[in-house]
């Protein structure tokens, strides 16, 4: 058994074909606004992904053992070009962040990806929790609980 339990690499290994899904609906639905530049083709064509990559993650700790999540994915893909005269493609990268829920009791059985938007480097979690569910104190707030018992 592993001495270091890792929550990022379970839900990677886990929910992998679930971000895979996400991805694809989320290219399908935003491909247009997104503002890929594509160079080596004349005109696209279909678009294929050739690799989905979780790349950061931030946990927030909710009531009872229920999470949720922030996961920053990286979506790898090759625009294909249209004109089949050409055998051509454009190769481009694009992140996401899917907005996730679980309870720990059930094992995350009841995980799902509450919604997915355009990666804007930030994550809005109130009680982070580390990489192995620990909450995360700020030191403000140690700080000010050893001053209330101090005092």
Not at 20 to 48: K, Q
């Amino acid at each position: 058994m592993a001495a270091h339990r890792s929550f990022a690499e379970y839900v990677k290994k886990r929910f992998d074909n679930n971000f895979w899904a996400a991805t694809e609906s989320y290219l399908e639905a935003n491909l247009d606004s997104l503002g890929i530049e594509l160079r080596r083709i004349h005109r696209a064509g279909e678009t294929e992904i050739s690799d989905v990559k979780v790349e950061h993650m931030w946990v927030e700790n909710k009531q009872g053992m229920e999470i949720h999540f922030d996961v920053a994915v990286s979506i790898w893909f090759e625009t294909h070009e249209g004109d089949y005269h050409y055998d051509d493609y454009d190769e481009n990268i694009v992140w996401m962040i899917a907005h996730c829920r679980g309870d720990l009791d059930k094992n995350l059985d009841d995980f799902e990806i509450l919604r997915v938007s355009k990666y804007n480097g930030k994550s809005r979690v109130k009680n982070p929790m580390d990489d192995s569910l620990v909450p995360i104190i700020p030191y403000e707030r140690v700080c000010e609980k050893l001053d209330l018992l101090t005092n």
